[in-house]
């Protein structure tokens, strides 16, 4: 049973009077920035360029690129000379970022930070510590997660000042990008990480959705004629650390096409890291067949040497092979380094049929029994097949559009799974033509088993360049100029409950779920539940429980859940928070209303208030180690 209450809803609209609009793809592999120039835009004539970014490629040498690799490497003090890392106007250097940064630490990977964006959403670490590059011995220097997103950043703001004196980086409208799947800790900390590298007019936007832009930008006001009314687009983006999923919906509202989110998948720790982790084992093994033994180091080496070649080999369809060669150890190894190559039939087999197999649209993510024991990492997805995430996504989402006005009856009777009508792809990893083939192979064949027609793809742009092409259009339509994908939160958000009852042996008191903000809620909205008081623990530390849920959409504001099914809400992480005692003993318990507040940048507030008082104490979503929480309420 559920209890609805009475809410209080206000809005603020966005405005601003920047000359550009800027959009950085802040991703695992690459980052890059797009620029829409509003004052030579009209309508849907929208005037984009992509910064060609200067950086290190060699000692002393600076190249200007449309991409920066998202690469940091921490040179030993007597290997580079201040000269050789330096870039003008950017003081003194004691990192490298970029270019030189990922083909130097291919050859001393113990000093290379890499997968930044992926450790910044691990729940397990404490992200604001320094324990990137994760395998490093004692002596070499380390830097948090949160520093290297941070001086990412940096680099791209100090690129646009370089190019642009006459329009301050600090003067225009930011858009950064994240994976859909981020949760209000991981969208924290980037937000926190852009603050720290100088950015004041900043806004968060799902890379999805992005790409989503970046079709419509490009296809210069055809889109509405590549999609109709009740159209479901899927959006698959395999990027270097993620594999994000998204459904679209295309709806008519006063005769003009509008877009409109359904949902979105869950957070998968899957893409290209693990495609450069699979070639180079199979590589290894091909070496060890030849009486060529690897160590972890070079195998870990032999990964950043699979990666550029794979990202060759995909980019140019001419190539066959491309030579790898693999770092010395020292003399144990003949001849020192080791030279093979890896080939495009290698790199298509092993990706293809390792990650996009062909399964049933029944399939789901194969799980195993973990080990009690384990080394700190990442928490990569268990299973590969990329293929079997995409159907456990479409299965869950079968009955979604059922809950969207103008939506119903769109999905045959007794689908199993929700039938997309068109596909959008986006990622670096889905250049090659083969894997895009295979993925439209797998779906259009569940989409033939259930006698629905075949999905058709949006033709998009540069998928190294769409994301931060769409997140610079984003931040020109949000002006009003333009068509808006109506999105909001990507899930609905709870907060536990605790009953008060009497004790009962080997019973903890049951936990409700009260709904603090619903599927879709808008940026720069809040809600205050006035109706219903809670008590708080003042005083003394307490946990607050989290939870979010992709497929209930019909929870409002204030409902209160006193069961849910397995799979309707997934509990997120724990926060740990001490509310100020003043006027008040330790453990008293105070009364207060609750206020969520979507963010102009997208991030979840919470904020209690004492009943009868007129502070604030807002709730920190912790950003820290389940083991080190020690976020407080503050005033």
């Given at each position: 049973m559920s209890d609805t209450m009475s809410i209080d809803v206000t809005t603020s609209p966005a405005t601003s009077q920047a000359r550009y609009s800027i959009g950085i793809d802040l991703g695992t592999t690459h980052c890059a920035l797009s620029y829409v120039d509003r004052q030579a835009s009209d309508g849907e004539k929208v005037v984009q360029h992509v910064l060609n970014i200067p950086q290190l490629t060699a000692p002393a040498s600076v190249e200007d690129k449309p991409l920066l690799p998202s690469f940091l490497y921490l040179p030993h003090e007597s290997e580079l000379t201040p000269a050789d890392i330096a870039l003008p106007g950017m003081g003194v250097q004691n990192s490298v970022v970029g270019e030189f940064a990922r083909t130097r630490g291919a050859n001393t990977p113990i000093r290379l930070v890499s997968s930044a964006k992926s450790w910044l959403c691990h729940p397990g670490v404490d992200r604001r510590s320094a324990l990137l590059p994760a395998d490093a011995p004692p002596e070499v220097q380390r830097v948090s997660p949160l520093e290297a997103t941070t001086r990412y950043l940096s680099h791209l703001r100090w690129a646009w000042n370089n190019a642009h004196p006459d329009a301050p980086f600090d003067a225009q409208d930011i858009t950064v990008t994240i994976p859909a799947s981020f949760d209000p800790?991981?969208?924290?900390?980037?937000?926190?990480?852009?603050?720290?590298?100088?950015?004041?007019?900043?806004?968060?936007?799902?890379?999805?959705?992005?790409?989503?832009?970046?079709?419509?930008?490009?296809?210069?006001?055809?889109?509405?004629?590549?999609?109709?009314?009740?159209?479901?687009?899927?959006?698959?983006?395999?990027?270097?650390?993620?594999?994000?999923?998204?459904?679209?919906?295309?709806?008519?509202?006063?005769?003009?096409?509008?877009?409109?989110?359904?949902?979105?998948?869950?957070?998968?720790?899957?893409?290209?890291?693990?495609?450069?982790?699979?070639?180079?084992?199979?590589?290894?093994?091909?070496?060890?067949?030849?009486?060529?033994?690897?160590?972890?180091?070079?195998?870990?080496?032999?990964?950043?040497?699979?990666?550029?070649?794979?990202?060759?080999?995909?980019?140019?369809?001419?190539?066959?092979?491309?030579?790898?060669?693999?770092?010395?150890?020292?003399?144990?190894?003949?001849?020192?380094?080791?030279?093979?190559?890896?080939?495009?039939?290698?790199?298509?087999?092993?990706?293809?049929?390792?990650?996009?197999?062909?399964?049933?649209?029944?399939?789901?993510?194969?799980?195993?029994?973990?080990?009690?024991?384990?080394?700190?990492?990442?928490?990569?997805?268990?299973?590969?097949?990329?293929?079997?995430?995409?159907?456990?996504?479409?299965?869950?989402?079968?009955?979604?559009?059922?809950?969207?006005?103008?939506?119903?009856?769109?999905?045959?009777?007794?689908?199993?799974?929700?039938?997309?009508?068109?596909?959008?792809?986006?990622?670096?990893?889905?250049?090659?033509?083969?894997?895009?083939?295979?993925?439209?192979?797998?779906?259009?064949?569940?989409?033939?088993?259930?006698?629905?027609?075949?999905?058709?793809?949006?033709?998009?742009?540069?998928?190294?360049?769409?994301?931060?092409?769409?997140?610079?259009?984003?931040?020109?339509?949000?002006?009003?100029?333009?068509?808006?994908?109506?999105?909001?939160?990507?899930?609905?958000?709870?907060?536990?409950?605790?009953?008060?009852?009497?004790?009962?042996?080997?019973?903890?008191?049951?936990?409700?779920?009260?709904?603090?903000?619903?599927?879709?809620?808008?940026?720069?909205?809040?809600?205050?539940?006035?109706?219903?008081?809670?008590?708080?623990v003042v005083g003394e530390p307490v946990r607050l429980r989290f939870f979010g849920s992709s497929v209930r959409r019909s929870d409002a504001v204030g409902t209160l859940l006193d069961f849910w099914g397995p799979d309707e809400l997934v509990e997120l992480q724990e926060i740990e928070a001490n509310l100020p005692a003043e006027g008040h003993n330790a453990g008293d318990v105070v009364p207060v209303t609750l206020h969520a507040r979507v963010t102009d940048i997208g991030t979840l507030e919470l904020n209690a208030v004492p009943v009868g008082g007129s502070e604030r104490w807002k709730i920190e979503f912790d950003v820290r180690a389940e083991t080190a929480a020690d976020t407080d309420l503050a005033a």
């Open positions: 800790a991981a969208r924290e900390l980037t937000a926190e990480a852009c603050k720290a590298a100088g950015f004041t007019h900043l806004t968060l936007l799902e890379e999805p959705q992005a790409a989503l832009y970046s079709w419509i930008q490009a296809s210069g006001g055809d889109w509405r004629k590549q999609v109709k009314h009740r159209d479901v687009i899927l959006v698959v983006d395999v990027g270097g650390g993620t594999t994000d999923l998204s459904l679209i919906a295309v709806l008519e509202r006063e005769g003009n096409l509008e877009l409109q989110r359904v949902a979105v998948g869950e957070h998968i720790l899957l893409g290209g890291d693990n495609m450069d982790l699979a070639l180079a084992y199979g590589l290894a093994r091909k070496l060890a067949a030849e009486g060529k033994q690897l160590d972890a180091w070079q195998t870990r080496a032999l990964s950043h040497g699979c990666r550029a070649a794979k990202e060759q080999l995909l980019a140019d369809e001419t190539l066959q092979s491309v030579p790898v060669v693999v770092p010395s150890r020292g003399s144990k190894l003949i001849g020192g380094s080791i030279r093979t190559e890896l080939t495009r039939t290698e790199v298509l087999q092993m990706l293809v049929e390792g990650f996009f197999p062909k399964v049933a649209s029944s399939d789901k993510p194969q799980t195993r029994a973990r080990a009690a024991l384990t080394q700190l990492g990442l928490p990569y997805a268990q299973d590969a097949g990329i293929t079997r995430h995409l159907a456990a996504f479409l299965s869950r989402q079968a009955s979604a559009v059922e809950q969207i006005e103008g939506l119903q009856g769109t999905q045959m009777s007794g689908a199993t799974f929700l039938h997309p009508t068109a596909v959008l792809f986006n990622g670096g990893v889905l250049k090659s033509t083969q894997i895009e083939q295979r993925i439209l192979e797998v779906l259009n064949g569940w989409l033939d088993a259930e006698s629905s027609e075949p999905a058709r793809v949006l033709d998009g742009a540069n998928l190294d360049l769409a994301v931060a092409r769409g997140a610079a259009y984003y931040g020109h339509v949000r002006q009003g100029r333009g068509v808006r994908i109506r999105g909001g939160t990507a899930q609905s958000y709870y907060v536990g409950i605790e009953s008060n009852m009497p004790a009962i042996p080997g019973m903890e008191p049951p936990i409700s779920a009260l709904c603090l903000a619903p599927f879709g809620m808008e940026e720069g909205t809040e809600v205050a539940l006035d109706a219903q008081e809670f008590g708080l």
